[in-house]
Nanobody, 119 residues
Framework: QVQLVESGGGLVQAGGSLRLSCVAS????????MGWYRQAPGKQREVVAG???????NYADSVKGRFTISRDNAKSTVSLQMNSLKPEDTGVYYC?????????????WGQGTQVTVSS
């Protein structure tokens, strides 16, 4: 099992910045990729950014050049630096970890943190 605890959400004006952090505990040695997803009201959850255990990052087109994901394997944390925020970035942001169970991976989620960007 993996427990994920997010922090850093809040209310910010358009053009501002926020930094989200997620700390993992439990079976952290078996975590492969970690990342961030978000869900806006009335919409499906979507991927924002992810990073493999080897440090390769990928981003949704909508956040490229504005968001930066980082990961500290020693501290079992993953962070998301969000700059030049837009109202359409508003949503609940969820930390995700993929747990390696040998034959397959299992997704674990944090409780979510609200990000609200005002225009």
């Amino acid at each position: 099992q993996v427990q994920l605890v997010e922090s850093g959400g809040g209310l910010v004006q358009a053009g501002g910045s926020l930094r989200l952090s997620c700390v993992a505990s439990g079976s952290i040695a078996n975590i492969n990729a970690m990342g961030w997803y978000r869900q806006a009201p009335g919409k499906q959850r979507e991927v924002v950014a992810g990073m493999t255990g080897y440090g390769r990052a990928n981003y949704a087109d909508s956040v490229k050049g504005r968001f930066t994901i980082s990961r500290d394997n020693a501290k079992s944390t993953v962070s998301l630096q969000m700059n030049s925020l837009k109202p359409e970035d508003t949503g609940v942001y969820y930390c995700n970890a993929m747990l390696d169970l040998g034959d397959y991976e299992e997704a674990w989620w944090g409780q979510g943190t609200q990000v609200t960007v005002s225009s």
